[in-house]
């Protein structure tokens, strides 16, 4: 099962195992993460899911399509950076596994 870690902003360390085909909105909700708060559930309706993606994972997770729900979401979200996903948006796969994300300041 992939090993994802989610670090708070004040720097805590969650590292828990995700399994195959949920989001990683989903791992960080099922773990009780602190951080992401999911508001609509993972409908991409929200960017209260809102992460940082760590610089040498985004050729594996890409960015948002110009023009998509995620990046029109995304412009709503604090403190978007260019390194900002949605993590309802992030399938959890094998090619996953030691991702490292970021939580913002907060999801407000």
Same mark, same amino acid.
């Given at each position: 099962?992939? !090993? =994802? $870690?989610?670090?708070?902003?004040?720097?805590?360390? /969650? @590292?828990?195992?995700? #399994?195959?085909?949920? +989001?990683?909105?989903?791992?960080?909700?099922?773990?009780? =993460? #602190?951080? =992401?708060?999911a508001?609509?559930?993972?409908?991409?309706?929200?960017? $209260?899911? /809102?992460?940082? =993606?760590?610089?040498?994972?985004?050729?594996?997770?890409g960015?948002?399509?110009?023009?998509?729900?995620?990046? +029109?979401?995304?412009?709503?979200?604090?403190?978007?950076? #260019?390194?900002? @996903?949605? +993590?309802?948006?992030? !399938?959890? +796969?094998?090619?996953?596994?030691?991702?490292?994300?970021?939580? #913002?300041?907060?999801? /407000?």
């Amino acid at each position: 099962m992939p !090993k =994802i $870690t989610y670090v708070e902003y004040g720097g805590r360390e /969650h @590292r828990v195992e995700v #399994p195959l085909g949920l +989001s990683v909105m989903r791992g960080a909700v099922d773990n009780n =993460i #602190p951080g =992401i708060d999911a508001d609509c559930g993972g409908e991409c309706a929200c960017a $209260t899911c /809102h992460v940082y =993606i760590d610089q040498e994972w985004l050729g594996v997770t890409g960015m948002p399509v110009p023009g998509s729900q995620e990046a +029109s979401m995304l412009s709503f979200a604090a403190l978007a950076q #260019p390194n900002s @996903r949605l +993590s309802c948006q992030l !399938k959890v +796969s094998e090619a996953l596994d030691g991702l490292v994300v970021r939580l #913002p300041e907060g999801q /407000h």
